[in-house]
Nanobody, 117 residues
């Protein structure tokens, strides 16, 4: 059974930082592309950052230079370091892993990030 468990969300003032973690089980973590998405109220779920099994990263334009995705294969955990947070970063953040044969994603339960102005 695949489980993705996010943690690290919370309330922070604009300009502050948070680090999200996502602990994975039930998948061969080191072989998996890992992603962070976010969904603000009334909006679609958007891709924020991606990290491949080899450590290559990609970011949405809105977070480039402020967010950093990383992974620790020994701990089966992916991280999202978020700096210089803005109110528009407020959303539920979800961790995701690819299902086999690219048939969709496994999802975590999400963690709320609220940035106050």
């Amino acid at each position: 059974q695949v489980q993705l468990v996010e943690s690290g969300g919370g309330l922070v003032q604009a300009g502050g930082s948070l680090r999200l973690s996502c602990a994975a089980s039930g998948i061969i973590f080191r072989n998996n592309v890992m992603k962070w998405y976010r969904q603000a109220p009334g909006k679609q779920r958007d891709l924020v950052a991606t990290i491949t099994s080899g450590g290559s990263t990609n970011y949405a334009d809105s977070v480039k230079g402020r967010f950093t995705i990383s992974r620790d294969n020994a701990k089966n955990t992916v991280y999202l370091q978020m700096n210089s947070l803005k109110p528009e970063d407020t959303a539920v953040y979800y961790c995701a892993a690819n299902r086999p044969l690219n048939t969709g994603h496994y999802w975590g339960q999400g963690t709320q990030v609220t940035v106050s102005s």
